[in-house]
């Protein structure tokens, strides 16, 4: 049989691993496939350059709707990025019948909705296995491997320019300025990380697995935020001496209902640093690496660790899509694994619960005057406030701000209440004259 030919669009890193990879295991993927994947087109506007990737045996253009209008491609794979041109292109390609592979986690956490729609009526599939961890088969694993199961909540380091940092900053004790200048030195960040370290490629990512975990809509403008710019060296030294360490987590979570407490039923959709307890596996992924771990009722936990970006990882899940899509192709589209895992016709509309409804527990630092009845009125607060104390650290003065300081270090960990109660008794802790500074608040998550 005649090889099923693919046009890529944008060849970059991750397209340049693509063809790489696709050409040297050509043979082990055919048999696979059960009949040959070849990149015969490419459009790149650095036509020189795209030739010299992938030598005169593959046609290359600057426009990419000359690949979109070709009737010989089957599979556009989009490596632009972006919600630009990148959406425009992908949705022409799926109203000229072909099928899409794209590695775009911010097209289609934003426009997914649209573009899963669309791909529905004309038939095609749209494929996104390298837009969540890279390399890491976890849509695959979301999608189909565990599929028996009532998904409880999903917890990933999805994003490396971050886990990165924080690994530098844990065991250098440095801020995260000076860990953020040295990793775009190194090349480990982008020159405009803001996407990375603001946690909103984390989030992106985040919303794709929440939308196949539990069938609801891609809704990432429902999603909370926060990335890691404001975390200080102290904080990541302090949680390690309470057992814990600081990682940047997408978290999304099925909450059920509970009258007694004032929960309703909803989805919580959320990125921001979190404790995890250092024993933990993965409390213990280091550098640029990623890992998630997903609670299913049937499997108990699951946890899937690899390589979150870089070319030849991410091209692995490009091609195993490509792979899919070859065997699929013609099996008739009700047949095929739908878009977000359950079928079109039976998405639930359970909501993304607002962060005052999400219920977690925390670190809090609170720096203080260092004087008699300080600890009794924060404590009374949280008391009143119904938030039970799990721990409680103080640091001697002298050990916080020097000889003779006057000032000093309370860190408390609590046991799990409503995000709107902690943000209540906050402010009434803050009010204290002898709060001396704004009140540091983690969340934490046992992960158990
Ligand atoms: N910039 C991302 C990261 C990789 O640092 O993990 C692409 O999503």
């Known amino acids: 049989m005649k090889p099923i030919q693919v046009g890529l669009l944008g060849i970059g890193v991750v397209g340049a691993g693509t063809f790489n990879v696709l050409k040297r295991n050509q043979e082990e993927i055919q048999r696979r496939a059960g009949r040959g994947i070849e990149i015969t087109m490419v459009a790149d506007l650095d036509v020189a350059r ?11 253009v600057n426009d990419a709707r000359a690949i979109i209008a070709n009737p010989d491609i089957d599979i556009v794979i989009e490596l632009i990025g972006g919600y630009g041109i990148a959406k425009t292109l992908v949705l022409e390609a799926i109203a000229a019948g072909k099928h899409v592979v794209t590695a775009n986690k911010a ?10 729609a669309a791909a ?3 038939g095609v599939m749209v494929a996104f296995e390298a837009a969540v961890a890279g390399g890491i088969p976890i849509i695959k694993a979301l999608r189909e491997g565990l ?5 409880q909540w999903i917890a990933g380091i999805i994003n490396g320019t971050t886990n990165f940092i924080l690994s530098e900053m844990r065991d250098k004790g440095l801020d ?7 990793a775009q030195r190194l090349g480990y960040a982008e020159a405009d990380p803001t996407f990375d370290i603001e946690g909103v490629d984390a989030a992106h990512k985040v919303t794709l697995m ?3 975990a539990f069938g609801i809509p891609v809704q990432f403008d429902k999603a909370y935020v926060e990335g890691i710019t404001k975390l200080g060296a102290a904080d990541i030294k302090y949680a390690e001496q ?20 004032g929960y309703s039923a909803g989805i919580e959709l959320r990125v921001h640093p979190s404790l995890i307890p250092s024993k933990r596996l993965i409390a213990n992924v280091e550098g640029a690496m990623n890992a998630v771990v997903v609670n299913g009722d049937a499997v108990g936990n699951t946890l899937y660790y690899g390589k979150g970006a870089g070319s030849e990882p991410t091209a692995s899940a490009v091609i195993a899509d490509l792979v899919d899509i070859t065997r699929l192709h013609t099996a008739d589209p009700l047949n095929r694994v739908p878009h977000l895992a359950f079928q079109p016709g039976s998405m639930s509309d359970l909501p993304i619960l607002p962060m005052g409804d999400v219920v977690t527990s925390y670190y809090l630092r609170l720096r203080v005057a260092d004087e008699a009845g300080v600890l009794a009125k924060v404590t009374g607060i949280l008391a009143s406030a119904d938030i039970s104390i799990d721990a409680v650290l103080q640091r001697e003065a002298d050990e916080v701000g020097g000889e003779g300081a006057t000032q000093t270090d309370v860190i408390i960990l609590t046991h799990d209440c409503q995000e709107a109660r902690m943000n209540h008794a906050m402010a009434l802790m803050q009010a204290l004259p002898t709060v001396l500074q704004p009140i540091v608040r983690i969340r934490k998550e046992e992960l158990a």
Do not use: D, P, W
């Not at 097209?107 to 899963?116: P, Y």
């Not at 599929?147 to 998904?151: G, K, L, Q, S």
């Not at 309470?242 to 007694?260: F, M, Q, S, W």
């Open 50 to 60: 795209a030739q010299s990737i992938v030598g005169a045996g593959v046609q290359v």
């Open 107 to 116: 097209l289609l956490a934003v426009h997914g909705t649209e573009i899963f």
């Open 120 to 122: 529905s009526a004309k």
């Open 147 to 151: 599929t028996a199961n009532r998904i």
């Open 176 to 182: 995260f300025a000076v860990v953020l200048k040295e």
């Open 210 to 212: 929440s939308a196949i």
């Open 242 to 261: 309470l057992g814990y360490r600081i990682k940047l987590l997408g978290i999304t979570k099925r909450r059920e209902a509970n009258a007694a407490k």
